[in-house]
Each structure stands twice: as C-alpha cells, then as structure tokens.
C-alpha cells in the first residue's frame, strides 16, 4: 500500500515558467514533508522541507506548500532552468521512528 | 571531505551469490539507512540503524541483511534469498533519527547475472 504517491510520471515546463510537482499522502502520522532531487545514478539530494505544522515553507526559487485536510504537498519552481531537469521525490517522515517513506518520484524536464 | 560513500558503484554478481555492498560515513551521524530504487517504484525502505550495533527492517528487508559494528559503517548483504536483487541501491544516514534530513550517498548498481 503506497502511503506517499506522486501521481504525475513525467512533467515538462518551458525554461522560464513555473513547475508544480504534486505529492499525496495517506498516513496522518507523517510529521514532515520532505522534497529530493534526483540525477541519473548518482543519489537524491535534499531540497526543502516542511513541517506539519506548517502550509507553506520558501527557499529562493523552492516553495512547498502542505495541505493536511487533503493530505497533499506541492512543490513550486519558479522559474524553471534546465538545470532542473531531474527526477524529485517527495518523502514523509514517521513522527515515532522517523523513518521516511519516499513516494515514486516525477521526471521534471524544463526545455530551453 | 564529509560525506557517505558507497563502493563499488556498479556491481556484477551470478544468482545464487551473496553480495555485500559497502557504505561509510564520515559525518559522525548516528543514523542509517539502506533504499532500494526499482523504476516507477520510488525509494523502498530496507534496513536501519538508529545507533551502534542497532538495526531494523525496513519495508523490505526479505533476503537482505545488514551490520552495524561500527557508527560510520553500515554494509548491506543480498543474499541468495533475495529473488530480483538487480536494482539501485541507496545508502544514507543522518544526525539522528529524530532529524528530518537524510544524504545520501551515489548509489550502487547492482546486476545479477
């Protein structure tokens, strides 16, 4: 039973306009929302995260934004550079183990 | 250079031999981890480690086994048990478990022939 999906495979934006990465959750133990960016074989790095008390946390071009009565995050990119271009996972946090839980991740491609 | 570091990165292996991965850090954190990234399946949980000579199962960790002697150290075995171990695997830790931010390491290719 996946309890973080990220419904959306693939995403492409224009160089310049605004990405949207959505992120599903089903577990209201989840106690942070957490954003990683992915190259091709080499490992995530972290982006941004937010906590569950929060809606919304910013960082320059990096905005997630969480809404717990429907249980969804969004990460914004604004604006998008090709540099973007990768795969981004969103991951929730167990607040009693603090295990992370990784949803299926969304290739973003920004086109010059 | 603080960092965790997987080797080798690309890994051949003939079904029915055990395997060890190898990962180590230098970041003095107490906790880590080991995923396994299969395409269109995200990162799946498959052992960690809050403390020295600590370990869990993860969501996954059938035909895996893992050891934890030392605190920068953390190897993972797949062992013959495992049915589809040809996959990515991810090493990560961080400060503790109570800390949000994991890193992780570049990964393993591992291709079971």
């Known amino acids: 039973d996946q309890q973080v999906k990220q419904n959306s495979p693939s995403l492409s934006v224009q160089e310049g306009r605004i990405s949207i990465l959505n992120c599903d959750y089903t577990?209201?133990?989840?106690?942070?929302f957490l954003w990683y960016k992915k190259y091709p074989a080499e490992g995530p790095t972290f982006l941004i995260s937010i906590s569950s008390i929060k809606d919304k946390n910013e960082d320059g071009r990096f905005t997630v934004f969480l809404n717990k009565s429907a249980k969804h995050l969004s990460l914004h990119i604004v604006p998008s550079q090709p540099g973007d271009s990768a795969v981004y996972f969103c991951a929730a946090r167990y607040s009693n183990t603090g295990k992370l839980i990784f949803g299926q991740g969304t290739t973003l491609q920004v086109k010059p | 250079d603080g960092g965790i570091t997987q080797s080798p990165k690309y890994l051949f292996r003939k079904e029915g031999q055990n395997v060890t991965l190898s990962c180590e850090q230098n970041l003095n954190h107490d906790a880590m981890y080991w995923y396994r990234q299969d395409p269109g399946q995200g990162l799946r949980l498959i052992y960690y480690?809050?403390?020295?000579?600590?370990?869990q199962k993860g969501d996954i960790a059938e035909g895996y086994s893992v050891s934890r002697e030392k605190k920068e150290s953390f190897p993972l075995t797949v062992t013959s048990a495992q049915k589809n171990p040809t996959a990515f695997y991810l090493c990560?830790?961080?400060?503790?478990?109570?800390?949000?931010?994991?890193?992780f390491g570049q990964g393993t290719r591992l291709t079971v022939v």
């Open positions: 480690s809050q403390i020295v000579n600590d370990f």
């Open positions: 577990n209201s133990m989840f106690d942070y």
């Open positions: 990560a830790s961080s400060i503790n478990q109570g800390y949000t931010e994991a890193f």
